[in-house]
């Protein structure tokens, strides 16, 4: 049992990350990513040792930490070759024409960092978004130092971690304050940490009150600082008539074990899956409830998410004109997620939001539309979204472009035959979506792109050679692209 962190031992840690903050944000690249891959092998030096209590504390099975401690290790090794690249820093240089009237002035962007970044940790996810997981990584990366607040469910498990980015950073010769992890279970740990003046910037992965919360402190300071908040998703998925008609059992296949896969602990799990109401969505619905019916229940993440999806699933089944078509035979023990699939009409889907809420869990409900202009209504009611997913031909694509237009402007990833669970972590990945999924849409929490929040653009104006930064300057000593006069190129300027 950990204690939280006081008053003092926060201050004092926000006070020693600034001071980190005006030596590592000078660091070269090189340096940051070296740290970074430091970090990767002293988790990997944690052995099995982390992984037992990771299985202890959060009721994962062996496989599932194991993969995503590599997920982990990958992501860290990720970005600091990304970080090494420069491309983040999106480097652009316009030389001075001095005959020009007026003179036109030498103007050279970079991104810079913003400074200490507080995150906290995930509950679904102890390693890759959590201690040492995406967010801290991006941070590092980007030359911020980082302030992790564990996750009250794996504790140990993340004080586990931050022994290993302790080890990493004396190793590696970081600043004293580079990285600093405190506890807190009790709300005003993270309101301390969010609203303290020398915090800039926040990470968070996690429900919606929860991020939404981490916003508001963030928007009432006298200061107010981007807070990336992640706040789940019910993913939908759109069965087009074409797809569903060749497709019915393949599909619900498919998706009765994405709706289960992890016992339904991920923000991508496809909670709602709409179709028009007629004999293929029949057969579907038959196939998806047979292979319900025989899912096992299995242990969830710990008894607050347990008691949190079986109160939702209780209220969501409980709403006029909700019909519960499937749920696992085999009886449930306490703390067990029970796989349950939910069916009711769009008309009703439509006129009740609360059937739009996720439920964290093996849950996901079925929307019976009369028709294609039905079904549209239903895409045009849904929230901001991670994933959207189509289930159709190329011709159902082609012939319901107001479908595939209106499901553009509500989700950050747009899947076509396939499930949104897993998250592959690579540049071309946009993990986010519009509010209120995430609280900015317009940046990624997965893939190299996610150093990019915790920067901000700075330009020089007619500063000579020697005092600019080394990637603004004429000899391009660090060899990265650059846009030089509107052309790419990694060549000096002469």
Known sequence: M???????????????????????RKLPLKQRAGFMRTIAKEIEKLGHGLIRVAMHETNLPEARLRNERARTIFQLNSYAEFCESGQWMDIRIDTAI??????????????VPLGPVVV???????????????????????????????????????????SAIHKAAADSYMPKGI???????????????VKHPLTKAVGFTGSFTGGKQLFDWGN??????????????????????????SDAVSIAKQYAASITLGVGQ??????????????DL?????????????????????????????????TALSQNEVTEIAVAEQQASFNEGTATIAATSAGNFISNHLLQQEVFGPYSIVVRCADMNEMIQVADQIEGQLTCTLMATEMDVEQNSRLVESLQNKCGRFILNGVPTG?????????????????????TSVGGDGIRRFTRPLSYQNWPDALLPDELRNDNPLQLWRTVNNELTKDAII
């Open 120 to 162: 906290f940790g995930a509950s679904n996810f102890p390693f890759a978004y959590s201690t040492a997981g995406g967010d801290t990584a991006c941070a590092f990366a980007a030359g911020c130092p980082v302030i992790v607040k564990a996750h009250p469910a794996h504790a140990q498990t993340s004080e586990m971690v931050a």
């Open 423 to 443: 998250v592959e972590v690579c540049l071309s990945m946009q993990h986010g979506g519009p509010f209120p999924a995430t609280t900015d849409s317009r940046f």
């Open 282 to 314: 029949h057969i579907f619905m038959e196939a998806l409830s047979a292979e319900i019916k025989i899912i096992t229940p299995a242990p969830m993440l710990h008894a607050g998410i347990y008691k949190n999806y079986v109160e939702k699933r209780a």
């Open 98 to 111: 001095l005959d020009k009237t007026p003179p036109k002035p030498d103007i050279r962007k970079t991104m």
């Open 220 to 245: 009432q300071r006298a200061e107010p600082i981007p807070v990336f908040a992640e706040m789940g998703s019910v993913n939908p998925v759109f069965l087009l008539p074409g797809k569903i008609k």
């Open 179 to 193: 990285f600093t992890h405190v506890h807190g279970a009790a709300v005003w740990v993270g309101e301390a940490l």
């Open 266 to 279: 991920f923000c991508t799990n496809p909670g709602i899956i709409v179709g028009i109401d007629n004999e």
């Open 2 to 24: 950990f204690q939280d962190s006081s008053a003092e031992t926060i201050e004092t840690s926000m006070q020693e990350a600034w001071q980190a903050f005006l030596i590592y």
